[in-house]
């Protein structure tokens, strides 16, 4: 079993900066691909980020592509997500997510496991 926290979210105004993180235990982090993904009100979960084992690799959804960082250190078990020039549509919860294996994926479904989520809310 892998256990998720998210902090870090929180009210900001439109082009502010956020980091975000996931603290992750029950398992060796480095045996994990990560990635975030985000849920507004009214819509579905979707993909957010993703990152390789090594953090070697990224993956990103267009919408965030220049403007949000997904890292990772090993060392301390932490997932980040830098988000940065956000924007009201940025607006949702966002939740990490782990699956065995070391490479990226955009899959909500090949994700085992989730984090409770942390609320991100930019305001115009």
């Known amino acids: 079993q892998v256990q998720l926290v998210e902090s870090g979210g929180g009210l900001v105004q439109a082009g502010d900066s956020l980091r975000l993180s996931c603290a992750a235990s029950?398992?060796?982090?480095?045996?994990?691909?990560m990635g975030w993904f985000r849920q507004a009100p009214g819509k579905e979960r979707e993909f957010v980020a993703a990152i390789s084992w090594n953090g070697g690799n990224t993956l990103y959804a267009d919408s965030v592509k220049g403007r949000f960082t997904i890292s990772r250190d090993n060392a301390k078990s932490t997932l980040y997500l830098q988000m940065n020039s956000l924007k009201p549509d940025d607006t949702a919860v966002y939740y990490c997510a782990a699956r065995g294996g070391t490479g990226l994926e955009y899959r909500i479904l090949q994700y085992a496991y989730w984090g409770q989520g942390t609320q991100v809310t930019v305001s115009s």
């Open positions: 029950g398992r060796t982090f480095s045996s994990l691909a």
